[in-house]
Nanobody, 127 residues
Framework: LVQLVESGGGSVQAGGSLRLSCAVS????????RAWFRQAPGKEREGVAA????????YVPRSMKGRFTISQDNAINTVYLQMNSLQPEDTAMYYC????????????????????WGQGTQVTVSS
């Protein structure tokens, strides 16, 4: 099993930044693709970015390019999401996810590829 715990969410004004963290524990070696997703009320969960632990290659859907950066610290099994120039439409619950087969690490970053999920951390951006 793989456990994921997110932190770092909160409330910011438009134009601000936040960095989310995701602590990964359990079968960390097999959880080699890790990603961030978000879900706003009434909307589908959408991929924000993914990272392959082996080589650090990142995958960002076209709609997310520019303001979100995923990174990792393998020494402490933590994945980060740096979010800049936040806008009210970025308000959502942000989830960390892990995939044991690596298939999730592709440009589209699709939720169905990921089998392990954290509880989420809320990000609220006010105008």
């Amino acid at each position: 099993l793989v456990q994921l715990v997110e932190s770092g969410g909160g409330s910011v004004q438009a134009g601000g930044s936040l960095r989310l963290s995701c602590a990964v524990s359990g079968r960390t070696r097999s959880a080699n693709c890790r990603a961030w997703f978000r879900q706003a009320p009434g909307k589908e969960r959408e991929g924000v970015a993914a990272i392959y632990t082996g080589n650090g290659r990142t995958y960002v859907p076209r709609s997310m390019k520019g303001r979100f950066t995923i990174s990792q610290d393998n020494a402490i099994n933590t994945v980060y999401l740096q979010m800049n120039s936040l806008q009210p439409e970025d308000t959502a619950m942000y989830y960390c996810a892990a995939d044991e087969g690596g298939e999730g690490c592709r440009p589209e970053v699709v939720a169905s590829d990921f089998g392990y999920w954290g509880q989420g951390t809320q990000v609220t951006v006010s105008s």
